[in-house]
């Protein structure tokens, strides 16, 4: 069992940044692929990024490439996600989830056995 804690979420200006952690509890973190998914108001859960067991391997949504890192700290069992140059259309409430099956951060939401309660991000224009 894993339970998922998301922090860091907030009002930022376009062009801003915001790193969002997700703390997991537990003992066998380095088992999970992690994957930070996202939901704006009237549109569909989408991924947004994924990290592989060992975070040696990530992938990334389009719409966040070049702009989004995700990390992930086995000692601290936490996750990141650094986003940059931030955009309206980042606003949503992400989610962090953890995946026991998938070796990799995969982009199949029905990959991932937990989820996280999620944090709001809001960016003005």
């Known amino acids: 069992q894993v339970q998922l804690v998301e922090s860091g979420g907030g009002l930022v200006q376009a062009g801003g940044s915001l790193r969002l952690s997700c703390a997991a509890s537990?003992?066998?973190?380095?088992?999970?692929?992690m994957g930070w998914f996202r939901q704006a108001p009237g549109k569909e859960h989408e991924f947004v990024a994924g990290?592989?067991?060992?975070?040696?391997?990530?992938g990334y949504a389009d719409s966040v490439k070049g702009r989004f890192t995700i990390s992930r700290d086995s000692a601290k069992k936490t996750a990141y996600l650094q986003m940059n140059s931030l955009k309206p259309e980042d606003t949503a409430v992400y989610y962090c989830?953890?995946?026991?099956?998938?070796?990799?951060?995969?982009?199949?939401?029905?990959?991932?056995?937990?989820w996280g309660q999620g944090t709001q991000v809001t960016v003005s224009s």
């Open positions: 537990g003992r066998t973190f380095s088992s999970y692929a």
């Open positions: 989830a953890a995946s026991a099956e998938s070796p990799y951060g995969s982009s199949w939401s029905e990959a991932y056995d937990y």
């Open positions: 990290i592989s067991r060992s975070g040696g391997n990530t």
